[in-house]
Every structure is written in C-alpha cells, then in structure tokens.
C-alpha cells in the first residue's frame, strides 16, 4: 500500500485528491496539512512514501518543507511531488534541486496523478505533462549555483553517456535501445550513477546532467 500525505492550505484541493487516491486499491492517504509545517511534523510522524506538496503555502512553504524532508536522513524514503498553479512557477526547478522528485499541476488529469504517485515511489521522475524538457533545460541553464564539471570525475564514460540521455528525457528502456543493451542494463547504469553523485532520485540526476555542462538546454528539441 502506497501512504500518502496531503499538503495544501485549500481544503477542496485536499479533498478531491484524497478522493481520488482513497478510492484506488494501492493508494491510502494517511494524512493532511494546511501548511508546510503542520506538513513536516506529520511527514516526521507518519513517515509517508509520497507528499503531494503545494509550493505556496502559509507559516512554512513547500519549498522550506522540501528542503527539511529531504535533508533529513531519517526520512530518506520519502518523496515529495511538488504541485503547482502554473507550469511556469518560477520555484519549480528550484524545487527539484531542493530534492523533489518532480512536480504536476494541480489541474492535472486524474490518471496521471496517479502515475506520478506510483512513479516516484519507483523512484522515477516526474514532469507534469505540460511542461517541456526544453523548460527544465532554461531553469538549469538560470541556476544561480550551478555545480562544477568535476562533479563528473568518478563516473566512467559509459556512466556519463547513459546520464545525459536521462538529462535528455530518455527511459531506461530508450536508453537501451540508444545504446543496444539490454534495459536491465540500462538501469544498472543508472542506479549506479544516481548512487555515485548521491542523487536522490532521477530527477535529481537530470539537474545534475544540466548544472554540470553534461547536457545543454539547446540540444532538446
């Protein structure tokens, strides 16, 4: 069963995801919060797998609360998915380098939250449908902190390769067939490099192929 806590100061939006979630067979909301600290007290109570956290909020926003989960080890296993009002929220990328796993909008079709919930809970990462890779790319390319190459040193070649083509968007099944390895190969490379640089998840490991000159937000098409 998949735990998922609520973090929004709208009371309808809480409760049509937790309408929605609840009536799903694997999905159990097992909390609510109105804000991002009544959210990461009940983060640190509950230990959920997944937080749907509204970026605006009141006393704490999600952003603050993102960083507080995810810089705390003893809740490692928990992923947080940003929502937003607009696909062009200017804390979006911030937010996954604060370690979210990817963020939706809050009109986001019913089936494709779902996904998102099962999708980081397999530790993939997440883009609302409306928001492009080249999107992604320019908010990397603005970061005001941008991490050095060197960050790349201890990975092999083949590692590099296989990380910009999930900067790039690519599955590990598209990474397979890019490479002509088998997919279980293809994710071994990947977990293997996530572990060496200490990302979180894929997400992550996207910010990190931009900020490090990896990938270039030109080359998306």
């Known amino acids: 069963m998949i735990e998922v ?51 605006r909020m009141p006393t704490l926003d ?3 609360a993102t960083r507080a989960i995810t810089g705390d080890a003893d809740l490692e296993g928990v992923r947080v998915v940003m929502l937003t009002t607009f696909e062009l929220d200017e804390y979006v990328f911030e937010a996954i380098r604060s370690g979210a796993s990817g963020f939706l909008v809050k009109d986001t079709e019913p089936d494709e939250l779902l996904r998102a919930v099962r999708a980081v809970v397999r530790g993939d990462a ?30 092999t070649d083949r590692e590099r390769e296989v990380m910009a083509l999930v900067g790039l968007g690519l599955s590990n099944d598209e990474i ?11 994710k071994t490379h990947v977990s293997r490099t996530m572990v060496k640089l ?11 192929a ?12």
């Open 5 to 55: 806590l609520l973090a929004d100061d709208q009371v309808l939006v809480r409760a049509g995801f937790r309408a929605l979630l609840d009536a799903q067979p694997d999905i159990e909301v097992t909390g609510e919060a109105a804000d991002g600290g009544e959210a990461l007290r009940k983060v640190r109570e509950l230990r959920p797998d997944v937080v749907l956290m509204d970026i």
């Open 62 to 64: 999600g952003l603050a």
């Open 126 to 155: 997440l883009l609302s449908p409306g928001v492009t890779r080249r999107l992604i790319g320019e908010f990397a390319a603005r970061s005001r902190t941008p991490a050095h190459a060197g960050v790349l040193d201890g990975l």
């Open 210 to 221: 931009y900020e490090s000159g990896l990938v270039r937000p030109g080359w998306l098409g």
């Open 176 to 186: 397979a067939r890019r490479l002509v390895v088998s997919p279980l190969t293809a």
């Open 198 to 208: 200490g990302a979180r998840d894929r997400a992550q490991l996207v910010v990190m």
